[in-house]
């Protein structure tokens, strides 16, 4: 992301860490099974294999938990004081850049999780900016407060 001549970064929105949380969980379940047969498998091999065995399975365990958290939070929305930014990692090496200029706004819509979302730790949802010429949409999954995101941009916008 470059920014252009006389453009200045108001603001950077991040996922927000609960659905993080969730995912962790998730990955946890995941890697309790092999944990799980080793257990079981245990009085079958030496100790040094037994060792190895789950030495493995925490690094890989490690390595996964890396990679979600990096795709996780690089991602975010950028608001200056002439475009929207949304920087999506889709893996480690693959980046997808969208913008859209304040002035080409249309719509904005948000979608926040239910009841609960009154309190700070559900407070998240989705949040859609579409443009004027249909083309340009910004999807951000997960965001923290998608209505005070929505807010904030057309607080910026009349500016």
């Keep these: 992301m470059e920014l252009r001549k006389g453009e200045r970064v108001y603001k950077i ?12 969980i998730r990955v946890m379940f995941m890697i309790f099974p092999f944990f799980f047969f080793l257990y079981l498998i245990r009085s079958s ?41 949304y920087i999506d ?35 998240y949802g989705l949040f859609k900016l579409d443009t004027s010429s249909s083309r340009v949409t910004i999807v951000f999954e997960d965001a923290p407060d998608p209505e005070g995101v929505r807010r904030y941009i057309f607080h910026v916008k009349q500016q």
């Design 13 to 24: 929105f991040h996922h927000h860490p609960t659905p993080f949380m969730f995912k962790t």
């Design 45 to 85: 091999v030496s100790n040094s294999t037994f060792f190895w065995l789950n030495f493995t399975i925490f690094v890989v365990f490690a390595l996964v938990m890396f990679y979600i958290s990096f795709v996780y939070w690089m991602d975010r929305l950028v608001v200056t004081n002439q475009r929207v930014i």
């Design 89 to 123: 990692w889709r893996f480690l090496t693959v980046r997808h850049e969208v913008e859209a200029f304040l002035n080409d706004i249309q719509d904005i819509k948000t979608r926040e999780n239910g009841v609960l979302s009154i309190f700070w730790l559900f407070d």
